[in-house]
T-cell receptor, first 111, second 114 residues
Framework: GEDVEQSLFLSVREGDSSVINCTYT??????LYWYKQEPGAGLQLLTY?????DMKQDQRLTVLLNKKDKHLSLRIADTQTGDSAIYFC???????????FGDGTTLTVKP | DTEVTQTPKHLVMGMTNKKSLKCEQH?????MYWYKQKAKKPPELMFV???????INESVPSRFSPECPNSSLLNLHLHALQPEDSALYLC?????????????FGNGTRLTVT
């Protein structure tokens, strides 16, 4: 079955870059998503990447995809205290609701 | 601000109460979902509605009863819940139901069962 793994915690200083990593097992995955969850809120779609891409950049966010290793990363440049949140990696599914989520990485940004 | 609106934001109920959670979206999305999320965990799918019809029930106990009155509204009726049902209940919608349809989440209802 599908499995998505992430490291649970990451702590960085304000202004540094953050890199959140994710590994997945389903080699047929076509869409991979990153969601952000702030305290007391729902999940917010940050970005996604299609499997025929190696990289996608959107302002401060860079997604890298290594299909051979089934490894996905999210880089946040110039990390701010407002970036403190839980970040979930998710594999798309033929039924969108059945996307497989990782356990989430809690990012703490220290001033 | 999220485009999926959930009410109430917080709900405390006893094990004999009946209550309902409500969700509304006006993005024209045809798929809507209920998820349950425990603290520090990813959301777990409960129900999927596609074109106002229930398409997936992830073996959810019958004390949770979903309803989709129209394409914009989704309800979750609660009855005789247990303390372990306390969680954040998230509603989501998507334009389509396929792998290329990202999920749009509401801010959830924080449910406490006493």
């Amino acid at each position: 079955g599908e499995d998505v793994e992430q490291s649970l915690f990451l702590s960085v200083r304000e202004g540094d870059s953050s890199v959140i990593n994710c590994t997945y097992t389903d080699s047929s995955s076509t869409y991979l998503y990153w969601y952000k969850q702030e305290p007391g809120a729902g999940l917010q779609l940050l970005t996604y990447i299609f499997s025929n891409m190696d990289m996608k950049q959107d302002q401060r966010l860079t997604v890298l995809l290594n299909k051979k290793d089934k490894h996905l990363s999210l880089r946040i440049a110039d990390t701010q205290t407002g970036d403190s949140a839980i970040y979930f990696c998710a594999e798309g599914h033929t039924n969108a609701g059945k996307s497989t989520f990782g356990d989430g990485t809690t990012l703490t940004v220290k001033p | 601000d999220t485009e999926v609106t959930q009410t109430p934001k917080h709900l405390v109920m006893g094990m004999t109460n009946k209550k309902s959670l409500k969700c509304e979206q006006h993005m024209g999305h045809r798929a809507m979902y209920w998820y349950k999320q425990k603290a520090k965990k990813p959301p777990e799918l409960m129900f999927v509605y596609s074109y106002e019809k229930l398409s997936i029930n992830e073996s959810v106990p019958s004390r949770f009863s979903p309803e989709c009155p129209n394409s914009s509204l989704l309800n979750l009726h609660l009855h005789a819940l247990q303390p372990e049902d306390s969680a954040l209940y998230l509603c989501a919608s998507s334009q389509g139901q396929g792998v290329d349809s990202p999920l749009h989440f509401g801010n959830g209802t924080r449910l406490t069962v006493t």
